[in-house]
């Protein structure tokens, strides 16, 4: 702001001299063509044709507004020269530039800045004629600029001062926002946000709108994490009582070996259904690095052909129709247990004597598996609750469907972590049918 302020003021300067000495020039100019009408150079002799123009105040007095005139032969020579310079002295020649007829230059006499014009007599180029003014406005408008600046430039600085503190404060009171909500968020805080005015498309308004969406995030995964954690708790806890209470069965007292064995099998059957519980939390918390493994291409028509068909063997209504010569980018394993999870849920979810359809085979550039029950199927309202971990359907609950709620978000996990899709279709009058696609792979 200082330096704009002195830039002002050079400019301010320049543009007062450039028109002052227009104006200069402009009465220079006019005097000038009036008196070179009053004078005649004959037989080497300057002869004034019009002494009363010569007698004016302007020429005999020497003030601001005075003129300083002169007549000079080709060497130089003064062959006349106005009263008023009679006590002040001869003002030197300036030489006329080889073809101009007048030439009007600053020249410094004794210490006063002079603005002189020189032009040729009129019909003779051996008799200049030199007029000359004190140009003292330039000099007044310098100094009354000059004393201004002297008196504002303090209030200039305080302005200036003042202006910085009131801009500073407000470019980094957002900011400064930003860092106490930072200093001040925790998990009982989540919720709090920025809400300071600014306009979304300028970087205040994109800071607030990231930061807003960061802490939506964050809230979010806070929400999902404390809520996996209690369901986990649940689910967890509901085995280890269980054995629990078949540890104290069986060490309350002497139990026969057939007690012995029964208690055993049930620990062995809750002890399985931890490690479960355990895996599939483990796998949903790598799902950030399932992209990863997307560099392997398995078959899948083989791996439905030789581990999952064979794993339902024994259930008659589970019927494959399974076409040849299907790959895949991902892990195989990771794929088992999607289909795994399908087919089981639709077997838990169907009665004995309704069949489950496992197909799989290639449409246009899409690889489609779909596994479709006619059993109790999934309302609207729990349609969109089905992915998440440990989420179970009332149906499931009230029938005593036994699980926990992880099979599915497993299956949304792994098939979006493979680039695929899920389609479910609920609205027939029995069952469901789950469709996964995924990019198709040409194999030579």
């Known amino acids: 702001m200082i330096t704009l302020h002195l830039l002002f003021n050079i400019i301010l300067i320049g543009f007062f001299n450039y028109y002052l000495?227009?104006?200069?020039d402009t009465r220079l100019r006019h005097e000038l063509s009036r008196y070179l009408n009053s004078f005649n150079y004959v037989y080497n002799h300057l002869i004034i044709t019009d002494e009363k123009e010569l007698e004016e105040k302007a020429l005999t007095t020497i003030t601001e507004d005075s003129f300083?005139?002169?007549?000079?032969?080709?060497?130089?020579k003064l062959l006349y020269r106005s009263t008023n310079l009679k006590n002040w002295g001869n003002i030197p020649l300036l030489k006329l530039p080889p073809g101009k007829e007048i030439s009007i230059k600053d020249f410094n006499f004794k210490g006063t800045k002079l603005r002189v014009a020189t032009a040729k007599l009129l019909n003779n180029n051996k008799v200049f004629l030199q007029l000359s003014i004190i140009n003292s406005?330039?000099?007044?408008?310098?100094?009354?600029i000059l004393a201004i600046n002297l008196i504002t430039f303090?209030?200039?600085?305080f302005l200036v001062f003042l202006l910085s503190i009131i801009i500073a404060n407000r470019t980094f009171e957002p900011i400064n926002r930003v860092v106490t909500l930072a200093e001040n968020i925790s998990v009982q805080n989540i919720k709090a946000r920025l809400d300071y005015p600014a306009d979304p498309e300028d970087e205040l308004g994109r800071l607030k709108t990231a930061f807003n969406n960061l802490l939506d995030r964050l809230e979010k995964q806070i929400a999902e994490i404390s809520q996996f954690s209690n369901n986990a708790s649940h689910q967890l806890m509901t085995p280890l009582?269980?054995?629990?209470?078949?540890?104290?069965?069986i060490l309350r007292k002497e139990r026969s070996n057939e007690e012995y064995r029964n208690a055993l099998i049930e620990i062995k059957s809750e002890t399985l259904r931890m490690i479960k519980i355990v895996r599939a939390m483990l796998l949903l918390a790598k799902e950030d690095d399932l992209t990863k493994e997307l560099i392997n291409i398995f078959n899948l028509s083989s791996l439905l052909k030789k581990e999952i068909m064979p794993a339902?063997?024994?259930?008659?209504n589970v019927k494959f129709n399974i076409q040849n010569g299907i790959y895949l980018k991902g892990r195989e394993d990771f794929m088992a247990i999607v289909l795994y999870n399908l087919i089981d849920n639709a077997i838990k979810y169907s009665n004995e004597k309704e069949d489950i359809f496992v197909n799989a085979f290639l449409e246009k550039d899409s690889v489609v598996i779909e596994v479709e029950d006619f059993g109790i199927g999934?309302?609207?309202?729990?349609?969109?609750?089905?992915?998440?971990?440990?989420?179970?359907?009332k149906n499931a609950e009230i029938q005593g469907i036994k699980?926990?709620?992880?099979?599915?978000?497993?299956?949304?996990?792994?098939?979006?972590?493979?680039?695929?899709?899920?389609?479910?279709?609920?609205?027939?009058?029995?069952?469901?049918?789950?469709?996964l696609r995924f990019n198709k792979i040409q194999m030579d």
Do not use: W
């Open 154 to 157: 303090p209030f200039v600085i």
């Open 241 to 249: 009582t269980s054995i629990q209470t078949e540890l104290e069965f």
């Open 403 to 435: 699980g926990f709620g992880l099979g599915l978000s497993l299956v949304k996990t792994i098939v979006e972590g493979f680039k695929g899709k899920i389609e479910i279709d609920n609205k027939r009058e029995k069952g469901v049918k789950f469709t």
């Open 378 to 393: 999934i309302t609207e309202e729990e349609l969109q609750n089905i992915f998440e971990r440990f989420y179970r359907g």
């Open 137 to 144: 406005s330039l000099s007044k408008a310098t100094n009354k």
């Open 68 to 76: 300083f005139l002169e007549v000079f032969d080709s060497t130089g």
């Open 21 to 24: 000495n227009i104006e200069s």
């Open 312 to 316: 339902y063997s024994n259930n008659e």
